[in-house]
């Protein structure tokens, strides 16, 4: 069931959005330089490292495993991103 907001929740909605978006695009730019770094330490994009590691070429070093968290919250991130900027048209 949809239920019509009135005119000042759908502000307040709306600005509360707006506040999240901002937080998740500092936090997006952080898993980028993030990702970035594990990048240069191993000379190797994030791409070729998922399909590395998901093929079990790389072990389970725990580094590994740090990468693969700051891909998947760059990922949830950029996903909740897309989500608002549609939801605030």
């Known amino acids: 069931m949809v239920t019509k907001l ?3 929740d759908a502000l307040l909605v709306k600005e509360s959005l707006e506040f999240e978006n901002s937080i998740m695009e500092l936090s997006l730019v ?3 330089r ?3 770094d594990f990048e240069q330490k191993y000379n190797m994009k994030t ?3 998922l399909e590395k590691f998901n ?3 790389l072990g389970d070093d ?3 495993f740090d990468w693969l968290f700051v ?3 760059y990922n ?3 996903n909740r991103i897309d989500r608002i900027a549609i939801l605030v048209k």
């Open 71 to 73: 891909v998947k919250a």
């Open 34 to 36: 993030r990702l970035k």
């Open 55 to 57: 093929s079990g070429e």
């Open 76 to 78: 949830h991130v950029k």
């Open 30 to 32: 952080e898993y980028k």
């Open 47 to 49: 791409k070729s490292f």
């Open 6 to 8: 009135a005119e000042k």
């Open 62 to 64: 725990e580094e590994w």
